[in-house]
């Protein structure tokens, strides 16, 4: 969690890294390392399965990022619709063109594991071990 909280510091400043000031981008960054953990349990607990935390880390502190470039550039709400619609235009890009090449990943070769695998773990049928063993289930 604390290597997510960093990164979303780092992809919530990044928007727009050129304008406001050391501590402005501090604020901007601790929002966006708070808001990841936040992210990271929604996630979870409308089971959307995210085991690194990537959505979260890019895409909500992303969404704040560019939210916050209102923020730098002094004019928040003359900023709010050209950033929503920046939000729409690269959530429907990413979508779509992950959609697509999921779909042919899919075809070509399949995405899934086995129940089997799946019960056991990837980590172990894939790469032959327990991938968290202090947290493995006591028989």
Not at 38 to 59: C, E, N, Q, T, Y
Not at 106 to 129: H, N, P, Q, T, W
Request: glycine content about 14%; overall charge negative; charged content about 15%.
């Amino acid at each position: 969690m604390a290597l997510n909280g960093a990164l979303a510091g780092l992809v919530s400043i990044t928007a727009e890294p050129l304008a406001g000031s050391a501590e402005l981008s501090v604020f901007i960054g601790a929002v966006g390392g708070v808001l990841v953990v936040f992210s990271i349990i929604a996630l979870d607990k409308i089971r959307i399965d995210d085991p690194v935390g990537a959505i979260s880390v890019h895409g909500a502190a992303g969404i704040w990022g560019l939210l916050a470039v209102g923020i730098s550039q002094g004019d928040f709400f003359g900023l709010l619709g050209p950033q929503l619609l920046g939000i729409a235009v690269i959530f429907a890009w990413t979508f779509g063109a992950s959609l697509v090449v999921w779909y042919l990943l899919k075809l070509a070769m399949g995405i899934r594991i086995s129940e089997e695998e799946e019960y056991e773990g990837a980590d172990l049928s894939e790469c032959g071990v327990e991938a968290y063993p202090e947290f493995a289930k006591m028989s």
